[in-house]
């Protein structure tokens, strides 16, 4: 039963590598970011952008916090797994099957996946490439360099692409200044970023959602 399983697993693998953009463009590609206009202070005073505000960062720009609060919240073992959580895939499949509902079981290096290189379609089908993209990703980059990507690609709500662009529409400030509590908030947000927005219509949402990150 295992060497069968490990080649079911190996052919599914295969016909399902075919085709799949490579994951080598999350840093070959030309990531667009805002032109920023300052006064002579170094202060913005005006920022352009097209259809979404990015301010790109380094992970070493993040304070220890930030890091802690996103891992805490989206894949505490992130630093442990090969980019998927068996047991979280184990509860999508329950999922999918007796409830018929497609979600799920998504680490960090998932949700890369589905930002930057698959579209958000919700199918068997699409979560399978998803782990495999996730796997690829894991084998030519170090678990840094994943997760200064995913800083800089998760969607925090309206046009603020990347945490940058999060610290700057939220606070106001640049996200090296972040505080415990302000990194908590943001850290809340990816999942579900207009139900969690302190600016939505239901703010306390944001509050319970920090909380818990907390």
Known sequence: ????????????????????????????????????????????????????????????????????????????????????????????????IFFHNIQGGSTITQQLVKTALLSREKSVVRKIKELVLSIQIERIYNKDQILQIYFNEVPYGGTALGIGAAAELYFGKSVSELTLAEAALLAGLPQSPSAYSPFGREPQKARERQRYVL
């Open 1 to 96: 039963l295992m060497v069968c399983g490990s080649i079911i697993s190996i052919v599914l693998f295969a016909i399902f590598s075919k085709d799949l953009p490579s994951p080598e463009k999350l840093t070959a590609r030309k990531i667009s970011s805002s032109t920023r206009i300052l006064d002579r202070n170094g202060k913005i005073i005006y920022e352009v952008f097209r259809d979404t505000n990015r301010s790109l960062i380094k992970l070493s720009d993040l304070p220890q916090n930030v890091i802690d609060a996103a891992l805490a919240t989206e894949d505490g073992e992130f630093y442990l797994h090969q980019g998927f959580d068996l047991t979280g895939i184990i509860r999508a499949i329950r999922n999918t």
